[in-house]
Structures are given as structure tokens and as C-alpha cells.
């Protein structure tokens, strides 16, 4: 399977502009670093590593939850926890209804199937 994307910015937020980090990603509620990838392929990328001069990373990982702890000179280290890394469904719903049809009121992710839910109201809407 090919790996996820995930793309973030740190930002100092007393000036607006994106400022250099460290990035260390662990699985989520552990003190464990996860493998992490540079590419789809799998390539290895290091961990920790660190954002480019204006603050912006990226990084591949299995689908998961992560912990990203961002530190550094000047920073206040925080950590990002439970950040949901998943590939984007390929189950995509169109609807086109014709007059009293049910209609789409709100679609939801089933993250135990990994797919979108309509939700449908509980009457036809004229």
C-alpha cells in the first residue's frame, strides 16, 4: 500500500511568519517514534527531521494516528496529538435526486470502513 501524505506549517505566532523546527513523530500515546517515509514509495526519511527555513514539513506515513512534536530554539515545544493520517476514500458520492427522492442531507466519515456515510433525513422533502 502507498503512503500517506501529511503537510503542516509552524508558524510563530507573535510575528505570523513560519519559523524553523524540529519535527519528531511518534505513534499516538507513545513515547515511540514511528517510521516515517520521504516519498509514496517508502523511501526512509529520518526522524527527527527538520521543516525548511519558512517552517513547512512534510512527511509519508501508514495510515494512522500520530503524535508531532515540534521544538526548537525559540519554540515553546508542543505536541500534536491524535493527528488522523489517512488516504482519501475512493468512494465518492454524487447526487443528482429527482423530484421526491431522498436527498443528502450530511455526509460523515465511517472511520471502521474507511468511507463516506450519507445521512438521509427522515422524511421525502418535497
Do not use: C
Not at 503524535?67 to 489517512?86: F, M, N, P, R, W
Request: aromatic fraction near 8%.
Amino acid at each position: 500500500m502507498d503512503k500517506v501524505a501529511h503537510h503542516n506549517l509552524v508558524i510563530n505566532v507573535a510575528t505570523g511568519i513560519g519559523t524553523q523546527a524540529t519535527i519528531t513523530v511518534y505513534a499516538a500515546g507513545t513515547a515511540n517514534l514511528s517510521t516515517i517515509y520521504s516519498d509514496t514509495a517508502g523511501t526512509a526519511e529520518s526522524n527527527p527531521f527538520t521543516t525548511d527555513a519558512n517552517g513547512r514539513f512534510s512527511f509519508y506515513a501508514d495510515e494512522g494516528e500520530y503524535d508531532i512534536k515540534v521544538s526548537g530554539a525559540g519554540i515553546t515545544t508542543y505536541t500534536l496529538e491524535d493527528v488522523s493520517i489517512y488516504a482519501p476514500s475512493p468512494n465518492i458520492v454524487i447526487s443528482e435526486p429527482t423530484s421526491g427522492e431522498w436527498r443528502i442531507k450530511k455526509l460523515r466519515l465511517d472511520t471502521d470502513e474507511k468511507g463516506i456515510i450519507p445521512t438521509y433525513p427522515s422524511a421525502v422533502e418535497p
